[in-house]
C-alpha cells in the first residue's frame, strides 16, 4: 500500500449521536445535514461548507457508517457506550511522487471506557463496517482512540 507524502486536500467531519433535534449548528455559510444509517439511526454531519469537497463528504458518510456499527459492536459485547461518543473522520489526498493517494484518519472519542475496551471495539466496527471494508488494502487508515 501506497503512502502519502504531501496531502493535497482534507476533508474532515465530526459525527455524534445528536439526541436534541432542536438543536442546529450551522452557521451562515455552513450546514448540518442529516445523514440517515442502517437501522434507521440518524446523524449530523455538522458545519459542511455549503460546497463540501467529495473527501469530505466521503468522510461524513464513512463516520456515520462507521459511528453505527459502532454501536453494535458495542452492544455485541455488551458494553453500553459513553453518550458523549463521537468519531472525527479526516479524509485526505496527496501525491506520492506522480501518483496520487487517498489516505484517512480516525480520531474516536470514547469518555470513560476502558483503554482496551475501546480499542477492541473500534477495531470490531473496523472490520464490520461496509466503506472500512471496501477500502480495505487500498488506503493507509490510522486510529486514533481517546477514552481521558
Given amino acids: 500500500m501506497n503512502k ?11 459525527t ?6 432542536a438543536l ?5 455559510g455552513v450546514v ?9 439511526k440518524s446523524y449530523e454531519f455538522i458545519a459542511a461548507e ?19 456499527v459502532l ?3 458495542a452492544s455485541m459485547k455488551k458494553v453500553t457506550l459513553p453518550e458523549d461518543t463521537t468519531v472525527d473522520v479526516q479524509v485526505n ?5 506522480p501518483a496520487w493517494f487517498l489516505g484517512a484518519k480516525f480520531t474516536v472519542r470514547m469518555p470513560g471506557l476502558d483503554q482496551a475496551v475501546a480499542e477492541a471495539l473500534a477495531r470490531s466496527a473496523h472490520q464490520m463496517c461496509p466503506y472500512s471494508q471496501a477500502v480495505k488494502g487500498n488506503i493507509e487508515v490510522a ?3 481517546i477514552t481521558a
Fill in 4 to 14: 502519502i507524502e504531501k496531502i493535497r486536500y482534507s476533508g474532515l467531519t465530526h
Fill in 16 to 21: 455524534k449521536v445528536n439526541r436534541d433535534p
Fill in 24 to 28: 442546529q449548528r450551522g452557521e451562515h
Fill in 32 to 40: 448540518d445535514i442529516k445523514l440517515s444509517a442502517a437501522g434507521g
Fill in 50 to 68: 455549503l460546497h463540501p469537497t467529495a473527501e469530505q463528504l466521503f468522510a461524513g458518510a464513512w463516520s456515520a457508517c462507521w459511528i453505527t
Fill in 71 to 73: 454501536g453494535h459492536a
Fill in 93 to 97: 489526498i496527496g501525491e506520492n511522487g
Fill in 143 to 145: 486510529m486514533d482512540i
